[in-house]
């Protein structure tokens, strides 16, 4: 039996990257799959990647008219949501002017970052436990970030979406608890992995190979990750074998919060 079977699942910000992997690892652990994007061509995409097993929906996490169309689909097509990936989030770099840093933000840049990052994440565990709290069991997956528990100075917006993002975990988590609720809520907080979001830090060329190597000497573990690595993390998240885990949050991130660089060392004796 594999670890889904006709689950149904929504992932958001699915065209590409972590989405991307998550959906297609879902689909190959037997869940039905909406593939959801702002970009319905790269959701298309993703989704006739998959075959039969996945549906692309166009979805904007930012307007709650999106949401609300996603879910009378879900409704109509299947009755209920059994998972729900709040993948779908952006750093502001690509998307808006800035400048990102706490001296100099710019307001419109700040509020586009959170509308995606932190209301995108709200409206979608509002959906899902509508969705969800008349099924069998329910998982609510959120990807907050590294970022969210340590500051960014030169994205602030991005930092303080990703620490709301796993303060809202947990009270989603605590709330459908005391409301009786079969829904668990948990988080995941990738670092360094090797996504497209990364291509407007990383440069090109020589540029980019010196940005990676750089990067990778202050990972623990030598190099980057992979989204397929933070797939298999929703994979465990969404299953019955991470039944008794609710509020609860998964670092992927190669070791990097265990401990700081400047660390006390004994030196050695003449």
């Known amino acids: 039996m594999k670890m889904l079977e006709n689950k149904i699942a929504l992932v958001t910000g699915a065209g590409r990257g972590i989405g991307a992997a ?25 989704a006739l990647s998959i075959g039969a097993q996945a ?6 996490v930012s307007e709650p008219e999106h949401w609300s169309g996603a879910e009378a689909v879900v409704r109509d097509r299947f ?50 436990i509508a969705l969800m709290k008349r099924r069998a ?41 005391e409301q009786g609720y079969p829904i668990r809520c948990n988080a995941i907080l990738p670092a360094a992995i090797m996504t497209p979001m990364w291509d407007a830090m990383l440069g090109t060329g020589a540029a980019r190979d010196a940005a990676i190597a750089g990067v990778e000497a202050g990972i623990p573990l030598g190099r980057f990750g992979t989204a397929d690595e933070v797939a298999d993390a929703a994979v ?35």
């Open 22 to 46: 998550i959906a297609r690892a879902f689909a190959r652990q037997g869940a039905f799959v909406f593939v959801t994007d702002i970009d319905l061509a790269a959701a298309d995409e993703v």
């Open 55 to 60: 549906e692309a929906l166009p979805l904007d």
């Open 79 to 128: 009755g209920g949501l059994d998972i729900l990936v709040n993948n779908a989030g952006i750093t502001g770099f690509l998307e808006t002017p800035g400048p990102h840093d706490p001296e100099h933000f710019d307001l419109a840049s700040w509020r586009t970052v959170h509308a995606v990052n932190t209301d995108g994440v709200a409206l979608g565990c509002k959906s899902a």
């Open 137 to 177: 069991a329910g998982s609510i997956i959120n990807l907050s970030s590294r970022s969210g528990v340590v500051g960014i100075p030169a994205a602030a917006a991005y930092a303080a979406s990703k620490a709301a993002i796993l303060n809202h975990t947990r009270t989603v988590a605590l709330y459908c608890a």
């Open 236 to 270: 465990f998240l969404a299953g019955p074998t991470s039944s008794y885990m609710t509020g609860g949050d998964i670092h992927l991130d190669g070791g990097i919060l265990a401990g700081a660089q400047a660390r006390p060392e004994r030196a050695e004796e003449d």
